[in-house]
Each structure stands twice: as structure tokens, then as C-alpha cells.
């Protein structure tokens, strides 16, 4: 699993630098997913706005708890290759 975050595929103003690496993660993680299907689950994890000690958001509209992101990721472990995470972030998108 490589956590990416939404803003590596819809990159906004400011945040270049950072969409640019996400970016590249995903493209890591599904390239991967195919390298080594059937052997090794390999998931892009594209999570968006989550409530976090760093970031400090509250949970609730569009912003995930990290246990409600972590548990959407694990279900989509092994049966897709990206994975957005939970309902919340799927709307997002």
C-alpha cells in the first residue's frame, strides 16, 4: 500500500511541489500492482482530507476520521489496485 492523496491527481495552485510527489507515488503503486499481481497486493491509496494530530481538522462533511479512512483503504486491499478510501472521499472525487 503507498499512500498518495487526491491532490496527485488533481494538483491546485500552491501545491506543485507536493501534487508533483503524490503523483508519483500513485504511478509507483499501480505500476507495481501490475508487476506483481498475484504474488503482492499493491494499492494506491489516493486519501483526501483526513483528521489528523499534523493537520487538525475536525471530522465531519468532507473531511474522514483516520480510523474511517484506514478501515474504507483495508476494504479495498486485494481487490482493487487505487482506492480513494472511504465514502466520504469517493464523493469527493
Not at 504474488?39 to 486519501?47: A, E, I, M, S
Not at 482530507?49 to 471530522?59: G, I, K, V
Request: contains cysteine; hydrophobic residues 35%.
Amino acid at each position: 500500500m503507498v499512500t498518495s492523496s487526491t491532490l496527485g491527481d488533481r494538483p491546485i495552485a500552491g501545491t506543485m511541489t507536493y501534487s508533483a510527489t503524490k503523483s508519483f507515488a500513485s504511478f509507483l503503486a499501480r505500476g507495481l500492482s501490475y508487476e506483481l499481481a498475484g504474488k503482492v497486493d499493491c494499492l494506491d491509496w489516493q486519501c483526501g482530507e483526513t483528521s489528523t494530530n499534523t493537520l487538525r481538522f475536525s471530522p465531519g462533511g468532507r473531511v474522514a476520521s483516520a480510523p474511517e479512512a484506514v478501515k474504507g483503504m483495508f476494504a479495498s486491499l486485494g481487490k482493487q489496485r487505487q482506492t480513494w478510501g472511504c465514502f466520504r472521499h469517493d464523493m469527493q472525487m
